[in-house]
């Protein structure tokens, strides 16, 4: 069968001009540094005989595994140099696709001793775990499935600059963001960025345009284009799809982006925070779970009218509830990327503060039903009387909140906290496994006695406090949250840390998610990749002052020479310290230091300078000269 199947795919490439093919995976730690995030070798399709005769031959053998070194990628230890192997097994839940003459086989990447090196392998048990749990409690709750999945859709933010101007900036072509830089006259005070009409002339319009083409004659329903709230910010977003298929999907998109800008005279950045004082950007991560025949959990009315039932509505969203409180810090840790530490909580992204928001009437049904209520949620649209020339407005029953790192939008939970640059396999595998334990535990106090509406009416009476519908941005709210105990952890490497935390470890284990070694080794890559990120845009801070910055300012002569220098000196001096300490979290935790306050100050002496140093002594772009391409760029 498996060959037959293979001779398939070996027909279907040939007719379309392909000759090669790839099993295409995602290692561990490539955000940001890795182009498309992925890796492959590509192999073609046919062979020659002795006569030099050409053979196509592509065998079930060689669609269903691959092989691999893998000690040459981030694996925390798991791979070595001497213990290399790493075997590449095909993902059966995300289609086979075509990219100019290559097949690519969406695969996984596991060790000898089949530890996890990549990002699928745990997403992919994450969701093997929903579904077992999942169907389990609903079968106690008088529903019977075959299994269930998760659905999700990624809403992709980023930045289009001219290509000029970026070519002069080491930092932004090395690490993705820029480490100095002074405000623009103009931001985005006035608001007119967002949503405002392509320019039908702009090298961003014909840029989108042909991004989305190619994404289309690939299978990636690429729906929607716009631009975002930043000078020279644009997003796209999918339809939603399954967890695996979305994630492969989104990965295509951004480097799809990547290399379609420069035929435009373009170059896309995808980091969080590539410019100061403006918004920086996103990859809300819609997340929905749903029986394998499509009835969506979240959706009430669709779930009482298959099921039979209105009860099991409030279990599902409970199990949710105890979930965010229980693991916020698995939450946070999933979202812990370098770009995070200058986005979350600048109001332009949640705060790194876990917490729920439901609505004004989900939270009075599930706050009644908490204390006894036996009303079933009905929830609603509403219709809105804009008078007798306008025509009325349909409105949903519950309104947006921007604010809340994980609210629900009627039928589906946005994680709005998670990073651009992510691919966000940690993210969903994190939000499965938790929901999952849940799940589980709420089957098992039921099959030892206990009624579903005594679980959750406990579960939601212990957990009642992630629930919080008020302004995140607002810090008297912000401290209100603390007070109430809720998940807050303000630094990426702590976060990170929590990895490996007993209880998170336990957690990973008993779900068939991680391992304890393997959540060590995880921790450890993420670490690293801090460090290395901090470490590349140190080294571009101290190659920009000296080659750029200092020489302008001593030809300007206006001032601030003995204070970069001194900069420099600092820089260096912090840096010593930190390459030379051992222990991986101490030194994470000196590079974000480092990052955010040391680094930081030499930016305010630079960004000072910039601001006195005639224009044409200036070498380096400046924030005008990348942000408003529409004024800059004909």
Same mark, same amino acid.
């Given at each position: 069968?498996?060959?037959?199947?293979?001779?398939?795919?070996?027909?279907?490439?040939?007719?379309?001009?392909?000759?090669?093919?790839?099993?295409?995976?995602?290692?561990?730690?490539?955000?940001?540094?890795?182009?498309?995030?992925?890796?492959? +070798?590509?192999?073609?399709?046919?062979?020659?005989?002795?006569?030099?005769?050409?053979?196509?031959?592509?065998?079930?053998?060689?669609?269903?595994?691959?092989?691999?070194?893998?000690?040459? @990628?981030?694996?925390?230890?798991?791979?070595?140099?001497?213990?290399?192997?790493?075997?590449?097994?095909?993902?059966?839940?995300?289609?086979?696709?075509?990219?100019?003459?290559?097949?690519?086989?969406?695969?996984?990447?596991?060790?000898?001793?089949?530890?996890?090196? /990549?990002?699928?392998?745990?997403?992919?048990?994450?969701?093997?775990?929903?579904?077992?749990?999942?169907?389990?409690?609903?079968?106690?709750?008088?529903? /019977?499935?075959?299994?269930?999945?998760?659905?999700?859709?990624?809403?992709?933010?980023?930045?289009?600059?001219?290509?000029?101007? !970026?070519?002069?900036?080491? /930092?932004?072509?090395?690490?993705?963001?820029?480490?100095?830089?002074?405000?623009?006259?103009?931001?985005?005070?006035?608001?007119?960025?967002?949503?405002?009409?392509?320019?039908?002339?702009?090298?961003?319009?014909?840029?989108?345009?042909?991004?989305?083409?190619?994404?289309?004659?690939?299978?990636?329903?690429?729906?929607?284009?716009?631009?975002?709230?930043?000078?020279?910010?644009?997003?796209?977003?999918?339809?939603?799809?399954?967890?695996?298929?979305?994630?492969?999907?989104?990965?295509?998109?951004? &480097?799809?982006?990547?290399? +379609?800008?420069?035929?435009?005279?373009?170059?896309?950045?995808?980091?969080?925070?590539?410019?100061?004082?403006?918004?920086?950007?996103?990859?809300?991560?819609?997340?929905?779970?749903?029986?394998?025949?499509? +009835?969506?959990?979240?959706?009430? *009315?669709?779930?009482?009218?298959?099921?039979?039932?209105?009860?099991?509505?409030?279990?599902?969203?409970?199990?949710?509830?105890?979930?965010?409180?229980?693991?916020?810090?698995?939450?946070?840790?999933?979202?812990? $990327?370098?770009?995070?530490?200058?986005?979350?909580?600048?109001?332009?992204?949640?705060?790194?503060?876990?917490?729920?928001?439901?609505?004004?009437?989900?939270?009075?049904?599930?706050?009644?039903?908490?204390?006894?209520?036996?009303?079933? @949620?009905?929830?609603?649209?509403?219709?809105?009387?804009?008078?007798?020339?306008?025509?009325?407005?349909?409105?949903?029953?519950?309104?947006?909140?921007?604010?809340?790192?994980?609210? @629900?939008?009627?039928?589906?939970?946005?994680?709005?906290?998670?990073?651009?640059? &992510?691919?966000?396999?940690?993210? *969903?595998?994190?939000?499965?496994?938790? +929901?999952?334990?849940?799940?589980?535990?709420?089957?098992?106090?039921?099959?030892?006695?206990?009624?579903?509406?005594?679980?959750?009416? /406990?579960?939601?009476?212990?957990?009642?406090?992630?629930?919080?519908?008020?302004?995140?941005?607002?810090?008297?709210?912000?401290?209100?949250?603390?007070?109430?105990?809720?998940?807050?952890?303000?630094?990426?490497?702590?976060?990170? *840390?929590?990895?490996?935390?007993?209880?998170?470890?336990?957690?990973?284990?008993?779900?068939?998610?991680?391992?304890?070694?393997?959540?060590?080794?995880?921790?450890?890559? &993420?670490?690293?990749?801090?460090?290395?990120?901090?470490?590349?845009?140190?080294?571009?801070?101290?190659?920009?002052?000296?080659?750029?910055?200092?020489?302008?300012?001593?030809?300007?002569?206006?001032?601030?020479?003995?204070?970069?220098?001194?900069?420099?000196? $600092?820089?260096?001096?912090?840096?010593?310290?930190?390459?030379?300490?051992?222990?991986?979290?101490?030194?994470?935790?000196?590079?974000?230091?480092?990052?955010?306050?040391?680094?930081?100050?030499?930016?305010?002496?630079?960004?000072?300078?910039?601001?006195?140093?005639?224009?044409?002594?200036?070498?380096?772009?400046? !924030?005008?000269?990348?942000?408003?391409?529409?004024?800059?760029?004909?």
């Amino acid at each position: 069968m498996t060959d037959k199947v293979a001779g398939a795919v070996l027909d279907w490439a040939r007719d379309n001009g392909a000759s090669v093919y790839c099993h295409w995976f995602q290692p561990l730690g490539a955000a940001g540094v890795r182009h498309g995030q992925s890796a492959q +070798v590509q192999n073609r399709m046919f062979e020659f005989d002795k006569d030099g005769n050409q053979i196509w031959e592509f065998k079930g053998k060689n669609l269903l595994q691959g092989e691999t070194d893998g000690s040459s @990628y981030p694996t925390g230890g798991l791979r070595k140099t001497h213990t290399a192997g790493g075997y590449l097994g095909i993902d059966p839940t995300s289609p086979i696709f075509l990219r100019d003459d290559t097949v690519f086989i969406p695969s996984f990447l596991v060790s000898y001793h089949g530890y996890a090196l /990549d990002e699928k392998t745990p997403l992919l048990r994450s969701v093997d775990a929903i579904s077992v749990h999942g169907s389990r409690l609903l079968k106690k709750l008088g529903y /019977d499935v075959k299994g269930l999945t998760c659905n999700i859709g990624l809403e992709q933010e980023f930045f289009l600059v001219p290509r000029d101007p !970026y070519n002069t900036r080491m /930092d932004l072509q090395l690490t993705g963001r820029t480490v100095m830089g002074a405000d623009a006259p103009r931001g985005q005070e006035m608001c007119d960025h967002y949503m405002s009409p392509p320019s039908v002339s702009g090298a961003p319009y014909s840029c989108m345009k042909e991004i989305q083409e190619q994404c289309f004659k690939m299978g990636i329903p690429l729906k929607t284009r716009h631009r975002e709230v930043a000078p020279g910010q644009y997003e796209f977003a999918p339809l939603f799809g399954f967890v695996t298929t979305q994630i492969d999907q989104n990965l295509m998109v951004m &480097q799809i982006m990547d290399e +379609v800008a420069p035929k435009h005279g373009l170059t896309c950045l995808v980091a969080e925070k590539p410019f100061n004082n403006v918004n920086g950007s996103g990859k809300h991560n819609n997340w929905s779970i749903s029986t394998t025949d499509g +009835v969506n959990l979240f959706n009430v *009315n669709q779930l009482a009218a298959k099921s039979g039932s209105r009860e099991i509505f409030p279990v599902i969203m409970a199990s949710v509830i105890k979930a965010v409180d229980e693991y916020g810090d698995l939450m946070r840790m999933s979202i812990a $990327t370098p770009g995070n530490d200058f986005r979350l909580g600048a109001c332009e992204a949640p705060p790194a503060i876990m917490s729920v928001y439901l609505g004004d009437s989900m939270t009075h049904y599930m706050e009644s039903y908490m204390h006894g209520s036996i009303e079933p @949620y009905d929830p609603s649209t509403k219709v809105l009387n804009m008078g007798h020339t306008l025509p009325s407005i349909v409105i949903p029953n519950e309104d947006r909140n921007r604010t809340s790192p994980f609210p @629900y939008g009627g039928h589906r939970f946005e994680f709005r906290a998670v990073g651009s640059a &992510q691919n966000t396999s940690l993210v *969903n595998t994190v939000l499965n496994t938790i +929901v999952a334990n849940s799940f589980k535990e709420f089957a098992d106090k039921i099959e030892a006695g206990a009624s579903p509406r005594e679980v959750t009416q /406990d579960a939601l009476k212990k957990h009642w406090r992630v629930v919080f519908n008020g302004d995140g941005y607002d810090p008297a709210c912000q401290e209100e949250l603390t007070k109430r105990g809720l998940w807050r952890i303000d630094s990426c490497v702590d976060a990170i *840390n929590t990895y490996v935390s007993p209880k998170n470890t336990a957690l990973f284990e008993a779900m068939g998610v991680f391992a304890p070694d393997e959540c060590a080794a995880r921790r450890n890559v &993420q670490l690293q990749h801090y460090v290395g990120t901090v470490e590349m845009e140190l080294k571009c801070m101290l190659d920009m002052i000296n080659q750029h910055v200092l020489p302008s300012m001593r030809d300007a002569n206006v001032g601030y020479v003995t204070e970069l220098e001194e900069a420099v000196a $600092t820089l260096r001096r912090v840096w010593d310290d930190v390459h030379h300490t051992e222990d991986l979290g101490e030194k994470a935790a000196k590079a974000r230091s480092l990052r955010l306050e040391t680094m930081v100050e030499a930016r305010c002496i630079c960004d000072s300078a910039e601001k006195v140093c005639p224009a044409h002594l200036w070498s380096i772009a400046t !924030y005008k000269d990348l942000l408003f391409i529409d004024q800059t760029l004909s």
